[in-house]
């Protein structure tokens, strides 16, 4: 090889390193809001150990060729690593490409939360080639690099590579090491780079022995009990009957997943026009939990109905449905199937999407009613309306009843759906003109409907003789606004109420309607979905402890203090109690913590270490019992 070609080789190596190192930062900014200058050596330590390798390894005559398609994967995986954070506003691992045939199922909603930023990281690959083209449609020819580089050694351009090589793969080896002690994927992502946070998500996957776990369960459930017996969740005496246990025994069950349903809308009105009407009703006729956090993982609403269903913490890593559709999955449907009940679910959109077509088997349903069950009325990307999917249920439900056998069902909806954009012969509420054409303004009017759809549900439920046997059970999946799109004062000045970009925005209601009851009640203590199970469980009179069932949440009507864990959407670490949001840093000391009543700072949050070293345990067993579970 020449001198000159080899020059223009060279050149091309530091070109793209810096190219690559730029896109980097430019992450950085978008994932963290900032430049942290001290990691940003972080980010060129692998991309100058990969580049070192190719050039050491790809013959000469392709090194340039190879260089620019390494800058261009990397410019769409740092493309996807962005939309993905805005979507879910976590840092993917390479994990998240078991869920990339999920993207196309819910292309509407990814789509719209591109941001043209994000475009930028295609920019000099776009200028590259209309400077090529340009060039070539000039002179004839493309002209080569060199004539703008003054010439190198040949021998330098090996110390560079060897320097590359070596000093990159060490730096990289030793923000690996530095960040591995870090439980804040956020912090530890920001400490590591990218690329690195990915080798540590290598690292903990072996370390976890991936989805397979090893040792005696029954060894990992006392672990379980002695920890839950560690921490003061009541006081009441053991062998005390629980308040409420089996009032509603042998009751009908369905439960009402509710897409992107926050709690805020509830008891709220627009110029006059009341939100949620029919929530609101329930609300005041049966137990009603206005704190409610969600727990989701990576598998969004498909988590929801695992952790509904199980009690059982989602992983950190991918959707349960993914990690564990193979298992046989303990759950209130196999519970309820040992007293003679039958148990269905019911979703508007194909059982492949998160492959609920396995999770469905593995939780114990009998079966399941997916797309080709209802009517598509073309309401949104997702085919059916939720009137629709009420129709069929109610009329598969009524089936049963005439057979005398009783049920649980659960009912997803999707008609509020993220970007929520309802057709208008479906809307029940007019805006005023400041929310015309605004993501909050869309929401509200979609959420309007998915209440008025409830309402259509028990008047259905009343028409078929089935209302005063059903124990009605509605929970939100997870948030629907994202900072970024809905600001909180824009909701503060909508509503006139206090809003949080993080604790008001995981607040889920959760109501349960239970037939019988004289008056409603409003329970104050702080939940979440794992508690859902228990708290059920009481009112049908099932003993978990008896069924030899274990649950990670807690019967909300029998307990005086609460904490639950979070993380995916929080980082590891972070719980909720009947005080406080916490969120860590690189450990406790340095986190934060936010009063769920004030929604102010609290500077002094060190009475709640017990409750930090509590929820890690607790989830760690739960993830240890998770994947102890046999396969089906």
């Not at 430049?35 to 090194?63: F, H, Q």
């Not at 912090?187 to 998500?201: D, W």
């Amino acid at each position: 090889m020449n001198e000159n070609k080899h020059t223009r080789v060279g050149a091309h190596f530091y070109i793209v390193a810096v190219l690559i190192w730029l896109k980097l930062l430019l992450l950085r900014l978008l994932f963290f809001d900032r430049i942290a200058w001290e990691w940003t050596a972080a980010d060129l330590a692998p991309v100058l150990l990969l580049l070192g390798l190719l050039a050491l390894l790809i013959p000469a005559r392709m090194k340039t060729a190879v260089y620019w398609s390494l800058n261009g994967l990397l410019s769409l995986l740092l493309f996807a690593a962005s939309v993905y954070f805005n979507h879910f506003g976590s840092v993917p691992t390479y994990l998240a490409l078991y869920e990339l045939n999920q993207v196309f199922q819910v292309k509407e909603s990814v789509e719209s939360t591109i941001q043209p930023v994000d475009y930028l990281f295609f920019s000099d690959l776009v200028a590259v080639m209309v400077y090529s083209l340009f060039r070539r449609w000039k002179t004839g020819a493309a002209q080569p690099l060199r004539r703008y580089l003054s010439p190198g050694k040949r021998r330098a351009q090996w110390i560079v590579i060897l320097v590359s090589i070596i000093g990159g793969g060490l730096l990289s080896a030793y923000s690996v090491h530095a960040a591995r002690g870090i439980t804040n994927e956020l912090v530890q992502a920001e400490s590591a780079g990218l690329l690195n946070y990915e080798v540590l998500a290598v690292i903990k996957a072996k370390e976890d022995n991936g989805l397979t776990g090893t040792g005696d369960i029954k060894e990992t459930v006392a672990k379980v009990d002695a920890l839950e017996a560690s921490y003061p969740y009541s006081s009441k005496p053991a062998g005390t009957v629980p308040d409420y246990f089996g009032s509603q025994k042998g009751k009908n069950v369905i439960v009402i997943q509710m897409e992107a349903f926050q709690n805020f809308p509830l008891h709220q009105s627009l110029d006059g026009q009341e939100l949620t009407p029919v929530l609101n009703r329930l609300a005041e006729e049966g137990f009603y939990f206005p704190h409610i956090y969600q727990q989701i993982g990576a598998g969004n609403t498909s988590d929801a109905e695992f952790m509904s269903n199980t009690s059982i913490y989602p992983v950190a890593s991918l959707a349960m449905s993914t990690g564990f559709g193979d298992r046989v999955l303990p759950s209130l449907p196999r519970l309820l199937r040992d007293k003679g009940y039958e148990a269905y679910t019911f979703h508007v959109n194909k059982a492949g999407f998160w492959n609920r077509n396995e999770l469905y088997p593995a939780l114990g349903f009998n079966d399941y009613y997916d797309k080709g069950y209802f009517k598509n009325d073309h309401f949104n990307a997702f085919g059916a309306s939720d009137e629709q999917l009420y129709i069929t249920a109610v009329e598969k439900l009524a089936a049963l009843q005439q057979k005398g056998t009783p049920f649980y069902a659960q009912l997803v909806t999707a008609s509020s759906h993220h970007p929520f954009q309802i057709p208008e012969a479906y809307k029940k509420i007019t805006l005023p003109d400041h929310l015309q054409n605004t993501m909050l303004g869309d929401y509200l009017t979609a959420i309007n409907y998915t209440d008025y759809a409830v309402g259509t549900l028990i008047e259905g439920l009343k028409q078929n003789g089935l209302w005063d046997n059903t124990v009605l059970v509605l929970y939100g999946d997870h948030f629907g606004l994202q900072p970024q799109d809905v600001p909180p004062e824009q909701v503060e000045a909508a509503l006139g109420i206090p809003y949080d970009s993080r604790i008001s925005r995981f607040n889920i209601p959760l109501i349960v309607h239970a037939p019988g009851m004289a008056q409603g009640q409003v329970v104050e203590r702080t939940g979440g979905q794992l508690d859902i199970l228990p708290t059920v469980a009481n009112l049908l009179g099932l003993p978990l402890k008896q069924e030899g069932f274990t649950a990670f949440g807690h019967d909300l009507l029998n307990i005086e203090r609460n904490v639950l864990g979070m993380r995916y959407y929080l980082p590891t670490g972070s719980f909720f109690n009947d005080d406080i949001m916490f969120v860590p840093g690189k450990g406790f000391t340095d986190g934060e913590a936010v009063s769920l009543d004030t929604l102010q700072p609290v500077a002094d949050f060190s009475p709640y270490q017990s409750d930090y070293d509590y929820i890690l345990k607790l989830m760690n067993l739960s993830d240890e019992y998770v994947k102890l579970l046999p396969q089906r």
